[in-house]
């Protein structure tokens, strides 16, 4: 027997991961995602997969006995008569299903219509499958994962439950379990059976109710749409008659249609004969009027109390039944229906235009590959200028940090001030400016640095990197309500040609309308109501200024929820400001951001902070791009089972500060977590300080391919009944972050 053990953790984190075990002469190594992470140089024998007399285990441990199980899903398993992969060297896996060639002597894929553990080569080589009924075959591959219940989700406690692959859900406590897609487009049906006779609830809500956690019954909720086995149905907790009552072996089908828009938006539920499979409408209820329509997302939840209910999202038109009864309930044979796409299995028809909730349905993001955009850097001084490179793009915003050895300012640097021009953001002080330090240059891969805080020999250090529009080259002398002097104002990287909206004419300016990240130098006038161009095509929902010549001013922030409670939906966070460089809680003050950006322009206000009068300022603005980046609120509830954070992608970097109670900006990223769990996972940095990065249980947390998930109580992440602000930015869109 020969045991290869790794020191990481490599596969406990929601993906597919392609996994090879392979022999080559006297060597075994181990192969994840291509990369060797274990090896045996030093192995004898021989064995022969066509012709052993012990039992082969694949997913269990067969020398330790029938209690070693892999929890997980398994696909496309190959032995081969020869080394696939050799030489210890890194390989790219493929993307494609395995193929049955002359060296497979067993092949067993998911797909396979010849049943559970059956031989695609042909040679007899089946398994017989042990505790696995028939409904654990789902139809999810590397390539296309359908919805389930989230296990993740926990935003009023209780004891939860969850079988047959996170589809059949049990709660005791009225939590509201919510599925893994959320949505904000398109149209979309699932379906649910109902195993109890009382006490379930089944709808739609706002994501923000999931990262909420609140002692309200979760159908009590803003932004929260429900149909209850009285007939009832429940919006934003008003309860009013709606369809028919329904109880144990009834099955609901639910249409969700936001095809023009969350704000315009209606769910329909079916009751559906679960005999005939006849689909019966109770009615289209409108979104208008009611909480959900401040929704940035929305996503399936079932409330419960002491209940059954299993899901199908069109991987089980049968609900995991098996034998004649299944808690009371007959077995249903699936109707066999798909949706527009030919995807699915579902018992009840599927409504005309409607889709399956699939990674494969899900709209191919603005941004395939959220790395073009955004990146994080590490590196190891040498004492001598670093030139940073795999960035990707040139920068237009870097935010340097320490790592290890000598605790250092935070500085910013961007192509709108230049190279030689640093900002640091863990203090109020003014803009330092020095050509014999700082930046040499932004480069078409990343950036060269000789600022001697950041090339100390032997000290770790890295950078946060966001891409601009381009580098402007002169300032805009046009004045307002003029096309921009060329060079001066760069979108997209070419010269505006049309004249920026505002009182205020920017200086410089360089917006990313693709990533919704613009740069913009602009003088102020400490006015009330003025209003500067940002560039964008949607309105701010994150903007940082400060004054460049100030040495005692602080960096107000503008953060669209941090105005008001997270118990429910957000609230526009005007007449008010957090600050960039501190711990401090959001502040109450009309003289900070007077008004609602616009699609156009922002309001910094009439403070001297925000708006100093003839003074050099600059602004850094950021809005939501779906599948690239995230700017939101959440509630704590001091728990190691925190609140999940739905993002729709895997997050690349963190950003997070508590404004309800004050405390420092915490920053995650995963240029240092690589993994999930425990000091893996927990690798932490603070922006408004000049402290190294530290890891501690206090700062768990998992990334997912779908958001992230407190693991933790501390005050600056997680603390009961304390709102918090965040911002993210993707590592892979959810559509594609199943696979890696």
Request: include cysteine.
């Amino acid at each position: 027997v020969v045991a290869l053990n790794t020191s990481t953790e490599y596969l406990a984190d929601s993906h597919w991961h392609h996994v090879a075990l392979v022999r080559e002469s006297t060597a075994l190594r181990l192969y994840i995602d291509g990369t060797e992470r274990a090896s045996n140089t030093s192995i004898s024998g021989s064995w022969d997969v066509t012709n052993i007399s012990n039992d082969l285990g694949i997913g269990a441990g067969i020398d330790a006995g029938d209690t070693e199980y892999y929890t997980g899903k398994l696909d496309q398993i190959r032995i081969s008569n020869t080394a696939r992969y050799p030489g210890g060297t890194a390989f790219t896996p493929s993307t494609t299903p395995f193929t049955n060639d002359a060296n497979t002597k067993l092949l067993i894929q998911g797909d396979f219509k010849g049943g559970l553990g059956q031989d695609v080569a042909g040679l007899g080589a089946d398994f017989t499958p042990v505790n696995i009924k028939p409904h654990n075959k789902l139809p999810d591959t590397p390539l296309n994962n359908f919805a389930t219940m989230n296990p993740a989700t926990h935003p009023r406690g209780g004891s939860s439950k969850f079988n047959d692959s996170n589809l059949r859900i049990w709660n005791d406590n009225w939590d509201g379990v919510s599925g893994t897609i959320a949505v904000s487009s398109g149209k979309w049906y699932w379906e649910v059976r109902a195993f109890g006779t009382a006490s379930m609830k089944i709808g739609v809500w706002d994501t923000t109710c999931v990262s909420s956690p609140s002692s309200l019954n979760s159908h009590d909720r803003k932004g929260s749409i429900f149909y209850q086995e009285n007939g009832d149905k429940l919006i934003d907790s008003g309860i009013s008659g709606y369809g028919s009552t329904f109880t144990k072996g009834d099955i609901i089908g639910v249409a969700l249609d936001l095809s023009s828009g969350i704000e315009n938006g209606t769910v329909t539920f079916y009751k559906i004969d679960s005999q005939t499979g006849t689909s019966v409408s109770q009615g289209a209820i409108a979104f208008s009027g009611t909480e959900i329509t401040k929704a940035q997302m929305v996503c399936p939840v079932t409330s419960l109390a002491s209940q059954w209910v299993t899901y199908n999202f069109g991987q089980d038109g049968e609900f995991g039944s098996y034998g004649a009864m299944n808690q009371g309930v007959w077995f249903v044979a699936s109707n066999n229906n798909q949706d527009a796409n030919g995807i699915g299995d579902f018992f009840g028809a599927v409504p005309t235009g409607h889709l399956a909730m699939c990674t494969k349905n899900l709209p191919t993001p603005s941004i395939a590959d959220p790395g073009e955009y955004y990146n994080t850097a590490i590196w190891t001084g040498h004492n001598a200028p670093e030139v940073i490179t795999g960035v990707g793009f040139e920068p237009g915003l870097i935010w340097n940090f320490g790592r290890t050895g000598t605790t250092t300012n935070k500085k910013m640097y961007d192509q709108v001030r230049g190279i030689s021009r640093a900002l640091r953001s863990n203090t109020v002080g003014a803009e330092s400016h020095s050509t014999s330090e700082n930046l040499t240059s932004f480069d078409a891969d990343g950036y060269t640095i000789k600022d001697p805080d950041y090339i100390q020999n032997g000290e770790k250090k890295g950078a946060w990197i966001w891409k601009g529009g381009g580098t402007p080259t002169v300032d805009n002398s046009a004045g307002v309500g003029n096309v921009p002097t060329t060079g001066s104002v760069k979108i997209d990287g070419a010269d505006s040609t049309s004249a920026l909206a505002g009182t205020i004419a920017a200086t410089r300016l360089s917006a990313n309308t693709e990533s919704g990240f613009s740069i913009i130098s602009w003088t102020g006038n400490q006015t009330a109501s003025a209003t500067v161009g940002h560039g964008l095509s949607k309105a701010p929902e994150f903007i940082i200024t400060k004054c460049r010549t100030a040495s005692n001013q602080d960096w107000p922030v503008y953060h669209m929820g941090s105005g008001g409670t997270a118990a429910n939906t957000l609230t526009p966070g005007i007449n008010g400001y957090i600050n960039w460089n501190n711990n401090s809680t959001w502040n109450s003050n009309g003289g900070f951001y007077d008004a609602l950006p616009t699609d156009t322009v922002f309001y910094p206000g009439a403070h001297a902070y925000a708006n100093s009068n003839t003074d050099p300022m600059i602004s850094y603005c950021f809005h939501t791009v779906p599948g690239f980046s995230k700017i939101g609120v959440y509630r704590g509830n001091g728990s190691g089972h925190g609140p999940f954070v739905h993002t729709g992608f895997l997050p690349a970097l963190i950003i997070i500060q508590n404004y309800d109670s004050g405390d420092n900006w915490t920053l995650w990223d995963t240029a240092r977590d690589l993994y999930n769990g425990g000091d893996y996972s927990n690798w932490t940095s603070e922006g408004d300080t000049t402290s190294l990065e530290w890891s501690d249980s206090n700062f768990y947390h998992d990334k997912l391919s779908n958001g992230f998930k407190l693991r933790a109580s501390h005050i600056q992440i997680n603390q009961a009944n304390t709102d918090y602000l965040y911002l993210a930015f993707a590592k892979s869109p959810f559509k594609t972050s199943n696979a890696r």
